[in-house]
């Protein structure tokens, strides 16, 4: 992922981002710019992760890039949500 340059990073962190938000449903609570934030957090998660597991992130590709990130930005969301009390997993 870090071959992408910084405009690959905030296109791929915002469509993460927002699609990641769509999901937990905190979409309302975030504006463009919390979307590329949560998406680019959610892919050096993502990518640490998946790291400990022992898949090789580096030359994923970009569709591999933008899933990583997807899931690194869900757990992000996830665990702020269980944090701030807002979490819909334990509903």
């Not at 340059?5 to 990641?20: N, Q, R, S, T, V």
């Not at 905190?26 to 597991?53: C, P, R, S, Y």
């Not at 898949?55 to 992000?76: I, N, P, Q, R, Y």
């Given at each position: ?34 979307n ?5 957090i959610g ?19 970009l ?20 944090v701030t009390?807002?979490?819909r997993?334990?509903?």
């Amino acid at each position: 992922m870090l071959g992408l340059g910084i405009i690959g990073w905030i296109i791929i962190g915002g469509l993460a981002g927002w699609l990641a938000s769509k999901i937990m449903k905190t979409d309302a609570q975030q504006g463009i710019l919390l979307n590329i934030v949560v998406g680019v957090i959610g892919g050096f998660i993502g990518g640490f992760l998946l790291k400990l597991f022992g898949v090789d992130v580096e030359g994923g590709g970009l569709w591999f890039s933008f899933f990583t990130c997807l899931g690194g930005a869900v757990v992000l969301l996830f665990l702020v949500g269980l944090v701030t009390g807002r979490g819909r997993a334990l509903r």
